[in-house]
């Protein structure tokens, strides 16, 4: 079956109603996009990069730790089959934190406990904010300048965690410098953009996205000598889903004590503030790709985001809790996806068939043992590769989110604190520096014409979107592929 629900011009891509969910099958209401699919085979790597994490602070078993980022992959598909257009992923610049708070307890139960206790209370508070609809008035009533610094922030961390002494960079210097530098130049650049446009093998090679990079990581990591040469092995792999169940879940350990989900909750909130810049990017990128794609309306509903990855979270703290937690957005892809999307309805039909089939592609590649055996040596500079296109993508939005330059100032105060203090402090900071400089202007702020979005979206009538849209269309011309 190769033929899906068409849409009218203008319209969203059909969907079954299911409450405050739009159901979407692939083949039945969008194409299915094989670039993505196909860039989601390799870009598992990402995927499997959380199980050293795991096995660092659990102690876990390989096998246990890959059950749980396959049973974390398969939650990765409600997003786009329940209506979220986005390529959900961790929530990568709160892993220190998480990590940090975990750690305090002693190795074994009392860390499983903690981190069980820490997930289902960031569950809890996501549901309750999505199915009340109090998450897209959060999202509104936040000022412009904490907005702004907590999105620069998160891109900050995500950079500071690969050049850190010891980070990635250090491990895989050479690398990381040419598949980074030529996975930007792919993405972003204007020169790139023009050649994909011309046609020919430029296009064939921009519609794999960074399909190639990964391949490239594979063959230059060993000729650096930064890793060695794949040992690939036939079959599928090989969780140990019995193991994962028997000592690192709610079914072997027991429910944490009261005093855990009480001690979780500083940690839980800062979480949650990092979480929230991931749900401010996701609805700048969206609405950017809306305001590019007249032909099929994209509808990003920050409460019906929440309920996902809260029920995601809230499912995982019981059947198999992660280090890395169930984000709202895997902000690299996301940018990799929209990017082809915003080429028009030839290069990819619907959002939901770019994010969907990426997702379906991930979940296969970690089904298959080669593809797992073929990316494990490089798991540190996919991971590398991911952070740093989320780093650059956040500062940018990070940035448009001002709206004068006051904003822009709490907004780096706020960022630099984030990297240092943690996301606490960093909203903290921000909230006491909108007091003294805005007053009772607390939630509007100011707006000085320092950007031409904000004037623009003053004297002209436009079709609604957020703050962030016109200025990523008409002030970033890096992201400009037309």
Known sequence: ???????????????????????????????????????????????????????????????????????????????????????????????????????????????????????????ILALFLGRTGLAARVVSLIPSAIKAGVIMGAGLAAIVVVFDEGGRFSQYPFT??????????????????????????????????????????????????????????????????????????????????????????????????VLFGDVLQSKALLDEADDMRRDEKVDYNPDRAHMIFGGRNLGMSVFGPDVVMCGPLWAAMQVVVTERYKEGKAAMDSIFGGSGSFRWGTNTGLLLLPIVSLVQPILGIALALTLLIQGYVSVRIGIMEARSQRDLGIAGVIAAVLVIKGATWAFAVGVLLCLLIYGRRFFSGENDGTFAKDLTRDTTPQRPASDSTKSLHESDASLDVH
């Open 1 to 123: 079956m190769n033929q899906w629900k068409q849409r009218a011009e203008g319209a969203e891509t059909p969907y079954i109603a299911m409450g405050p969910f739009k159901l979407r099958l692939p083949f039945l209401h969008y194409r299915f996009e094989l670039p993505d699919y196909l860039q989601g085979l390799l870009m598992c790597a990402v995927d499997l990069a959380a199980i050293p994490l795991m096995t660092e602070l659990l102690g876990m078993p390989f096998e246990a730790a890959l059950a749980i980022v396959m049973l974390n992959g398969v939650l990765y598909l409600l997003h786009h089959l329940f209506g979220d257009p986005v390529v959900p992923g961790w929530i990568t610049p709160a892993i220190p934190l998480l990590m940090a708070y975990v750690s305090a307890f002693p190795e074994g139960e009392a860390r499983v406990h903690a981190l069980i206790a820490f997930q289902m209370m960031l569950g």
């Open 176 to 273: 990381i410098s040419i598949a980074v530098g030529l996975a930007f130049y792919l993405i972003f650049s204007r020169h790139f953009a023009k050649l994909k446009a011309s046609g020919g093998a430029w296009a064939s090679l921009g519609k794999l996205g960074i399909f190639p990079i990964i391949v490239l990581a594979i063959i230059i990591a060993p000729l650096f000598g930064e890793a060695p040469w794949p040992n690939v092995e036939w079959g599928f792999s090989q969780p140990d889903f019995a193991l994962m169940f028997s000592e690192y879940t709610v079914f072997g350990v027991g429910l944490p004590p009261l005093s855990m989900y009480v001690t979780a909750i500083p940690t839980v909130l800062a979480a949650y503030i």
